[in-house]
C-alpha cells in the first residue's frame, strides 16, 4: 500500500482534492452519501458501494449531477470477500490507483442487555462493523474509518456495537503503526449523534418520537444533532489537509462525551420520558 500523492493544492482549482479517487463504502445515504457529495464538490472521482442497489443507483444519478468529480455505484456486499475485492479491482481498472479509502459503511443492531443478544447476532455484527473494514483496508492510499463515540464511552444496551466500534478504534491505531513505513495514513472519525434517515426511522419505532429526538438532541453539550456535511468536512480534513496526522481520531461530538449523561435539561427539569 502506498498513499498517492501528498496534500492537493486548493490555490488554483479552489478544489481541495481535486482528482484524487477515493472510495466510500456505505455511501448511497447518511453519512455515507454527505462524504461522497463533500468529495465530488470538490473534484475527487468517487467509487462508493453499498448492499443496496436500487439506493445506490438512484444516488449515482443525484451525486453525478453535483461536479466536477464523478461518483460511481459499485454494489458489494461487505460480508463477502470477492465482493469488496470486486470494488477495489474496478476502482484500480478504471482509475489506476487508490488514493482514499473511506471505510463508512455499518450496522446498530437494537439497543438490548448482553443477554438478548446471541453468539451468532454478535459474529454477523462484526462482519460488517470490524472485517469488512479489515479486508478493504488491503487496498491503496490513506485510510479513514468512520468509528463511534459509543466504543469510547459506553452506551446502554450497546454492548456489542460499541465493542464493534472499540475494534476499530484499535484497527485503525494498529494499522498506522504498520503501514506508515509505506506512507500511509490511517486516521478515524468518532461521530456522536447525527441526524441521518437511520436516526427518523429508529425515532419512530418508539411510543413518543418527538421525546426521542429531544433526548437525541440534549445528549449534546450544543443542543442539537450534527449533520453529515459536519462528519464530511471531518474526513476532508483528513484526506486532503492532515498530512502529519495518522493513528488519530477526530471526535465530532458536539460535546456528548463531557459533563455526564444528559446536557441539556428540559424546562420543567424532568427527564425525557421516550
Known amino acids: 500500500m502506498s498513499e498517492s500523492g501528498t496534500r492537493t493544492s486548493s490555490s488554483s482549482s479552489g478544489l481541495r482534492y481535486k482528482d484524487k479517487v477515493t472510495i466510500v463504502t456505505g455511501g448511497h445515504r447518511g453519512i455515507g452519501k454527505g462524504i461522497v457529495d463533500v468529495f465530488v464538490q470538490n473534484g475527487a472521482n468517487v467509487v462508493f458501494c453499498s448492499n443496496d442497489d436500487a439506493g445506490g443507483r438512484s444516488a449515482e444519478a443525484s451525486l453525478q449531477a453535483l461536479g466536477p468529480g464523478t461518483a460511481e455505484f459499485v454494489f458489494c456486499e461487505l460480508t463477502k470477500e470477492a465482493d469488496i475485492k470486486n470494488l477495489i479491482d474496478v476502482t484500480v481498472k478504471k482509475y489506476g490507483r487508490i488514493d482514499c479509502l ?10 438490548l442487555p448482553i443477554d438478548d443478544f446471541t453468539a451468532e447476532d454478535f459474529r454477523q455484527l462484526l462482519d460488517v462493523n470490524v472485517v469488512s473494514f479489515f479486508l478493504t483496508s488491503k487496498s491503496q492510499g490513506n485510510i479513514i474509518n468512520i468509528s463511534s463515540l459509543t466504543g469510547h464511552i459506553g452506551q446502554q444496551g450497546s454492548v456489542t456495537y460499541g465493542a464493534s466500534k472499540g475494534a476499530v478504534t484499535a484497527l ?38 418527538s421525546a426521542m429526538l429531544e433526548w437525541g438532541k440534549n445528549c ?35 460535546g456528548s462525551e463531557l459533563d455526564f449523561a444528559n446536557k441539556n435539561v428540559l424546562k420543567n427539569g424532568n427527564p425525557v420520558q421516550i
Not at 500511509?184 to 411510543?207: Q, Y
Open 102 to 111: 473511506v471505510n463508512n459503511a455499518g450496522t446498530h443492531p437494537p439497543h
Open 172 to 209: 485503525t491505531k494498529n494499522l498506522a503503526v504498520d503501514e506508515a513505513k509505506r506512507g500511509v495514513r490511517v486516521n478515524g472519525i468518532l461521530p456522536g449523534n447525527i441526524w441521518t434517515p437511520l436516526w427518523d426511522e429508529v425515532a419512530h419505532t418508539v411510543p413518543n418520537p
Open 220 to 254: 449534546q453539550l450544543m443542543g442539537r444533532f450534527g449533520t453529515t456535511q459536519e462528519i464530511s468536512q471531518a474526513c476532508m480534513y483528513l484526506a486532503a489537509e492532515a498530512t502529519y496526522s495518522t493513528g488519530m481520531e477526530i471526535t465530532v461530538s458536539g
